[in-house]
C-alpha cells in the first residue's frame, strides 16, 4: 500500500508539473509563435528549472504536441459529457447538439489561449506534429458525428445532410464565433453568444417557426 500511495502521489505530482508547463506554454506561443517561444521561457513562466521541461518532454516540439493532445482532448471529454448527459435527460439529439455547442463555448471561454493556438495550427501544413493534430481534431468532430447519425437513424434529421461536412461545420462555428467574441465582442456574456448559435443550430434566424 505505502509503495502504491508513493506512487501514485509521484504521478499527481507529475501530472500537475505538466499542466503548469502546459499553461506556460500555451500562453507564450500564443503571445509570441512557437519559434520565438524558448524552452528557458516555457519554465520560467512554470515557476520550474529548465530540466523539468526536459524530464517531462524530451523537446519543444514535444511538449507542443502533447500540449494540443491534452487540449483537444479536454475539449472532446466536455462534448461527450454534454451529449450523455442531454441522453440521460431524455432530450433530443438538436437538445445534444445545443448542449455541445454551449460546452464548447464554456471550454474556449476557460482556455481562450489554446483556442487562438489550436485555430492557428489547422491552417499550418509544414509542422511536425500535423498528422497528431488532424487525429486529435477528429476525435473532436467525431463525438458531433455519432449525434447526427443517431438523429438520421430516428428519423430526427434528414438522411440527405453530409454528416461529416456538417459535423465539422458546427465544430467550425463555435470555434469561429467564440474567437470573434473574444477578441471583438468580450462585452457579450456566453449565454448571449450560447442563445445566437442555438438559434443558428434551430433554424430559427429567420424568425420563421
Same mark, same amino acid.
Given at each position: ?9 509521484? $504521478? ?18 500564443? =503571445? ?20 523539468? %521541461? ?23 471529454? $466536455? ?9 440521460? =435527460? ?28 489550436? %485555430? ?22 467525431? %463525438? ?11 428519423? =430526427? ?5 453530409? %454528416? ?46
Amino acid at each position: 500500500m505505502e509503495s502504491s500511495s508513493a506512487a501514485s502521489g509521484g $504521478s499527481t505530482r507529475r501530472e500537475a508539473t505538466r499542466q503548469k508547463l502546459y499553461e506556460a506554454a500555451v500562453t507564450l506561443i500564443a =503571445e509570441q509563435g512557437f519559434s520565438a517561444t524558448t524552452v528557458d521561457e516555457i519554465a520560467e513562466r512554470a515557476g520550474v528549472a529548465k530540466g523539468t %521541461v526536459y524530464y517531462n518532454f524530451a523537446s519543444k516540439s514535444v511538449l507542443f504536441e502533447e500540449l494540443l493532445r491534452h487540449g483537444v482532448g479536454l475539449l472532446t471529454a $466536455s462534448l461527450r459529457e454534454a451529449a450523455e448527459r442531454t441522453a440521460r =435527460e431524455g432530450g433530443t439529439k438538436v437538445d445534444a447538439l445545443d448542449a455541445m455547442v454551449r460546452a464548447g463555448l464554456v471550454f474556449i471561454d476557460r482556455y481562450p489561449a489554446f483556442t487562438q493556438l489550436y %485555430v492557428a495550427e489547422l491552417w499550418r501544413t509544414n509542422r511536425a506534429w500535423q498528422s497528431t493534430l488532424m487525429v486529435v481534431r477528429q476525435q473532436a468532430v467525431a %463525438v458531433v458525428e455519432d449525434v447526427l447519425r443517431a438523429g438520421v437513424a430516428g428519423g =430526427e434529421f434528414s438522411d440527405e445532410i453530409d %454528416v461529416p461536412l456538417t459535423a465539422a461545420a458546427l465544430v467550425g462555428m463555435v470555434l469561429v464565433a467564440a474567437l470573434d467574441w473574444k477578441s471583438f465582442q468580450p462585452e457579450r456574456s456566453l449565454d448571449d453568444v450560447h442563445a445566437a448559435l442555438s438559434r443558428l443550430l434551430q433554424g430559427r434566424v429567420s424568425g420563421r417557426p
